[in-house]
């Protein structure tokens, strides 16, 4: 069997081929080795980041911008997205700041990627 996947480590976006022969990964389309250990990864155990926006507390169109403190499984974004589409942060908020911790028991944090004095 031959997955096809678009290398996303860099802006040249290699094309891949991936297949298997022997039990092992065989990997065509690579530029650099990062290729190699995203294929890899995209297998075994595929992970995104994510990054949003939510308003503050009390002005719905003042927005934070928001992201994870590291990647999760593909499949626990769309759970985590709600669960950060009703975060309303009071101002101040400080960039780097936690805003949700452990978010559904991820291991990763929501933090603010953007400082909001009021
Ligand atoms: S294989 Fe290397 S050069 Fe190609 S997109 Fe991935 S990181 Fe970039």
């Not at 297998?43 to 995104?48: A, K, N, T, V």
């Amino acid at each position: 069997m031959i997955d096809k996947m678009t290398c996303i480590q860099c802006p040249a976006g290699c094309e891949l081929e991936v297949g298997e022969a022997d039990g092992r990964l065989e990997i065509r389309g690579n530029e650099c080795e990062k290729g190699v250990e995203f294929a890899q990864n995209e297998i075994r155990d595929p992970r995104r980041n994510l990054a949003t926006s939510v308003p503050v507390k009390g002005n719905a169109t003042r927005m934070v911008s928001v992201r994870l403190s590291g990647p999760v499984p593909r499949d626990r974004i769309f759970p985590i997205l709600d669960a950060i589409s009703g975060l309303r942060p009071e101002p101040p908020v400080r960039r780097g700041q936690v805003l949700i911790s452990d978010v559904l028991g991820s291991g990763v944090d929501v933090i603010a990627t953007r400082t909001i004095n009021e």
